[in-house]
């Protein structure tokens, strides 16, 4: 009873930061998406997230909160489940053993490992650190520039490209199996909560992915024109 008690808090543990990360991931795709708009769109953007404040600190350690409880649970759940006497009947009954759901914990630990490359790139600015000092006419970071001229670079877009496949795999399966822990279960629902992830999941690779395929095509180019 202890066992499973403890197991249905890690699985809401995982639901709950889980919807938060998701939320975050479509916030910060729509943000990005602004590219579109031009320079100035992007960089004003940019600048009002950091005259957040000591709120966008507190947003940062909120993130960072689920992120580390999200993977820690995670790490876990699948000890527990090795450990644990295989009952295939219990897990046949209520989701089909999809391949996103297979792969759950390795597109987890993809999604982990890109996200690290990601923050040593733009945010620590460790891998072209000729970025970090990019202001544009009104003295604001040049986030607009610094994606253009990364995103040129075709590794570094293939790369990101790359990375929103098991990105999507994750959340396809992860989205659905969220609602499940949160109690919508009920058999009647499955296909469209199976549905609503998968399109939510497609979204995200669709959106994420145009932005470096936008720049490697030149639909997207440095201020000027260059
Ligand atoms: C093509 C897709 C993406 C682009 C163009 C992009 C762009 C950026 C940029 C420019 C920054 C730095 C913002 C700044 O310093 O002003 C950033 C930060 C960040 N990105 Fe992304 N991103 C993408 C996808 C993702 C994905 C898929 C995730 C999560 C799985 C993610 C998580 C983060 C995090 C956690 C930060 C740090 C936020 C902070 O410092 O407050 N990004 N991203």
Known sequence: MRLSLSSIVKKSIMAVTGLALCGFVLAHMAGNLQIFLGQDALNAYAAKLQHLGPFLWLMRIGLLVCFVAHIVTAALL????????????????????????????????????????????????????????????????????????????????????????????HLSHGAASLFQTLGLRHERYQPAIRCAARGFALLILAGN??????VLVGAVKLPGGA
């Open 78 to 169: 699948t000890v527990e489940n090795r450990l644990a006497r295989p009952s295939p009947y219990l897990h046949q009954a209520t989701v089909k053993a999809t391949f996103a759901s297979r792969t759950l914990p390795m597109t987890g630990l993809i999604v982990l490992g890109f996200l690290i490359y990601h923050l040593a790139h733009f945010t620590f600015k460790l891998t072209h650190p000729e970025h970090a000092h990019l202001s544009d006419a009104l003295g604001r970071h040049d986030v607009y520039s610094m994606v253009v001229l990364s995103f040129r670079e075709w590794p570094v877009s293939v790369a990101y490209v790359a990375a929103m496949v098991p990105l999507c795999l």
């Open 209 to 214: 992915s145009s932005i470096p395929l936008a």
